[in-house]
């Protein structure tokens, strides 16, 4: 069976290449990545972007007061996180799928906030196409911040988790 690391690189490579499909099979295991079929969303996402525009278009005190506002109430805690990112590792969804925090809606969350991870202790679970996928913390560390919610959809490469490495 591959690894989740080898998984990844797969994934990597498929993703810098023009391969639409690809599917690989060995010992009773197999993979199939399939990458064309998310490139509609970003484009309609792009496309209905239409208000920031009309917002550049607006005289020049208004695009002012637009980033004020924003600075002052919703990135006051990114600009912290930002500083303090520099030393942080990022834990990375490997693959597109629903993030889920434990291996059951009974069970207790893997890690929370100021868990101690080792670089093979599991994080959480992203499932994708009906496989639930292990994702290991890869750093020796504690858990400094969990980025999403459980059951939310997250995209290849969303940062999941801030570990502050040991």
Same mark, same amino acid.
């Given at each position: 069976?591959?690894?989740?690391?080898?998984?990844? +690189?797969?994934?990597? #490579?498929?993703?810098? =290449?023009?391969?639409?499909? /690809? =599917?690989?099979?060995?010992?009773?295991?197999?993979?199939?990545?399939?990458?064309?079929?998310?490139? &509609?969303? /970003?484009?309609?996402?792009?496309?209905?972007? &239409? %208000?920031?525009?009309?917002?550049?278009?607006? &005289?020049? &005190?208004?695009?002012?007061?637009?980033?004020?506002?924003?600075?002052? %109430?919703?990135?006051?805690?990114?600009?912290?996180?930002? %500083?303090?990112?520099?030393?942080?590792?990022?834990?990375?969804?490997?693959?597109?799928?629903? /993030?889920?925090?434990? =291996?059951?809606?009974? =069970?207790?969350?893997?890690?929370?906030?100021?868990?101690?991870?080792?670089?093979?202790?599991?994080?959480?679970?992203? +499932?994708?196409?009906?496989? /639930?996928?292990?994702? +290991?913390?890869?750093?020796?560390? +504690?858990?400094?911040?969990?980025?999403?919610?459980?059951?939310?959809?997250?995209?290849?490469?969303?940062? #999941?988790?801030?570990?502050?490495?040991?």
């Amino acid at each position: 069976m591959l690894k989740i690391q080898e998984i990844r +690189e797969i994934i990597k #490579l498929i993703d810098q =290449s023009s391969v639409d499909e /690809f =599917s690989y099979e060995y010992e009773g295991s197999k993979i199939e990545l399939k990458k064309n079929a998310a490139a &509609p969303q /970003f484009i309609q996402q792009e496309v209905q972007q &239409p %208000a920031p525009q009309a917002v550049q278009q607006a &005289p020049a &005190p208004a695009p002012v007061q637009a980033e004020a506002a924003p600075s002052q %109430a919703e990135e006051s805690k990114p600009a912290e996180a930002k %500083a303090d990112d520099s030393n942080l590792h990022k834990i990375t969804s490997p693959m597109v799928g629903t /993030f889920y925090q434990s =291996s059951s809606p009974d =069970s207790d969350a893997y890690v929370k906030v100021g868990s101690k991870v080792d670089d093979s202790s599991v994080v959480c679970i992203v +499932e994708a196409m009906k496989l /639930f996928n292990e994702i +290991e913390a890869e750093v020796k560390g +504690e858990i400094v911040e969990i980025l999403v919610k459980d059951g939310q959809l997250v995209e290849y490469g969303q940062p #999941l988790f801030l570990v502050k490495p040991e």
